[in-house]
């Protein structure tokens, strides 16, 4: 129902979510040989000094299987409009699983510098670190807009 706040914030979360699926990298870590790169698909690892900047994969983590459960997740809590409680405690869920996705992903950020290379390496966030943490607020306000909306049903239930 696309009239209701909420589904314009989760509509909007989706999004942010969708645009990491298009290969952007989240982070990068620059040593002084190589480099390794961390985008929806794995992590990648490429020489400093290749100037068509070829990547071979390193590891193929299944962020994106991850990315696009939690959109489907989103997608199933924006739908569920006709049972305010069920879509309340959904809105909760994926408040609760982006908060740990996220925290796990900055714990990554930091400690993956040194897991990955021997050398000094420096941390580039990507643009699509900024894309995942900008669906979080996003998030928020559309389970403030539920709660919202469950407020106000339960008050005009109390009058009948």
Do not use: H, W
């Given at each position: ?30 040593g ?34 991850t990315?696009?459960?939690?959109i489907l997740?989103?997608?199933?809590a ?32 930091i ?5 990955l ?13 900024f ?25 005009l239930n109390?009058l009948?």
């Open positions: 129902m696309i009239q209701r706040i909420q589904s314009i914030y989760y509509i909007l979360a989706m999004i942010c979510l969708s645009l990491l699926l298009s290969g952007m990298e989240i982070f990068r870590f620059v002084s040989k190589t480099y390794f790169v961390f985008s929806a698909f794995g992590l990648e690892s490429g020489n400093v000094n290749d100037p068509q900047g070829n990547l071979q994969p390193l590891s193929k983590i299944p962020f994106f299987l990315l696009i459960s939690f997740f989103i997608f199933i924006l739908m569920g409009f006709k049972n305010l409680t069920r879509q309340f405690k959904l809105a909760r869920t994926i408040f609760f699983i982006y908060l740990l996705l996220i925290v796990s992903l900055v714990i990554f950020a400690m993956g510098g040194g897991m290379s021997t050398d000094e390496t420096k941390r580039e966030l990507g643009l699509g670190f894309f995942f943490v900008l669906g979080f607020p996003f998030c928020f306000l559309a389970q403030l807009g539920i709660k919202r909306d469950k407020k106000l049903l339960d008050s109390r009948r």
